[in-house]
């Protein structure tokens, strides 16, 4: 029997390749009000709270904690903290230049294919 679905939650209509692992992205409430959302590990899908106004922050966010989980970094015993740090550099960092990235992806990606 097919597991229901819960009430306000958005079907994944997103699905990121992380290392070879499809994860679901789900849009939906969250109980916890603090969090903007998760990657779950046992589920291996990012969850994003249907009230944030920061999606997209916390969608690449949420995919490096992933892309870190699966190359074992939470296994080198670095804090918590340290590694929520870590994950909203590297989102901050990746969402300031996106645009950047595409232009460049445009201008030289496009000439190597020639």
Same mark, same amino acid.
């Given at each position: 029997?097919?597991?229901?679905?819960?009430?306000?939650?958005?079907?994944?209509?997103?699905?990121?390749?992380?290392?070879?692992?499809? !994860? %679901?992205?789900?849009?939906?409430? /969250?109980?916890?009000?603090? @969090? *903007?959302?998760?990657?779950?590990?046992?589920?291996?899908?990012?969850?994003?709270?249907?009230?944030?106004?920061?999606?997209?922050?916390?969608?690449?966010?949420?995919?490096?904690?992933a892309a870190l989980f699966r190359t074992s970094f939470?296994?080198?015993? !670095? %804090?918590?903290?340290?590694?929520? /740090?870590?994950?909203?550099? @590297? *989102?901050?960092?990746?969402?300031?230049?996106?645009?950047?990235?595409?232009?460049?992806?445009?201008?030289?990606?496009?000439?190597?294919?020639k």
């Open positions: 029997m097919k597991k229901k679905q819960q009430q306000n939650e958005v079907p994944p209509k997103l699905f990121l390749n992380v290392f070879g692992l499809k !994860i %679901p992205v789900i849009l939906k409430p /969250i109980e916890n009000k603090s @969090l *903007a959302g998760f990657y779950d590990l046992d589920k291996k899908e990012i969850v994003i709270s249907a009230e944030t106004s920061e999606k997209t922050h916390t969608l690449v966010h949420e995919m490096f904690h939470n296994q080198t015993g !670095i %804090p918590h903290e340290v590694h929520e /740090i870590v994950v909203d550099v @590297l *989102a901050t960092a990746l969402l300031e230049n996106f645009d950047l990235l595409n232009q460049f992806r445009k201008e030289f990606d496009s000439k190597d294919k």
